[in-house]
């Protein structure tokens, strides 16, 4: 495995929760900072959240209250929970595994995306 595996993603109605699940590929996991970002259809890919490797986060403005995002270093992985879904929520969810996280904010490590996995959020 070379790239972090994505998984949870699916279809909800409005005010519904998710689980987002990333196996990270790196054996450095537990120094590693992650983020998870989402694309939603016809956009440019944007930041929902970023953990620190000391549990520190960040989330966008628009997740905020919303999304927890949380890491489980005994099993290389990062989680993504969304609850109060949203339509606009709708998006391809992708992991970033290894990035730069500071108080400006996360700068993804382009050689480390996953695959995506599909949240649909219909009304």
């Known amino acids: 495995q070379i790239h972090p595996v994505e998984s949870g993603g699916g279809l909800v109605q409005t005010g519904e929760s998710l689980r987002l699940s990333c196996l990270a590929a790196g054996s450095r996991f537990s120094i590693n900072a992650m983020g998870w970002y989402r694309q939603p259809p016809g956009k440019q890919r944007e930041l929902v959240a970023a953990?620190?490797?000391?549990?520190?986060?960040i989330y966008s403005d628009s997740v905020k209250g919303r999304f927890t995002i949380s890491r489980d270093n005994a099993k290389n992985t990062v989680y993504l929970q969304m609850n109060s879904l949203k339509t606009e929520d709708t998006a391809v969810y992708y992991c970033?595994?290894?990035?730069?996280?500071?108080?400006?904010?996360?700068?993804?490590?382009?050689?480390?995306w996953g695959q995506g996995t599909q949240v649909t959020v219909s009304s």
């Open positions: 970033n595994e290894g990035g730069t996280y500071s108080l400006r904010g996360y700068f993804p490590n382009i050689r480390s």
């Open positions: 953990i620190s490797r000391g549990a520190d986060t």
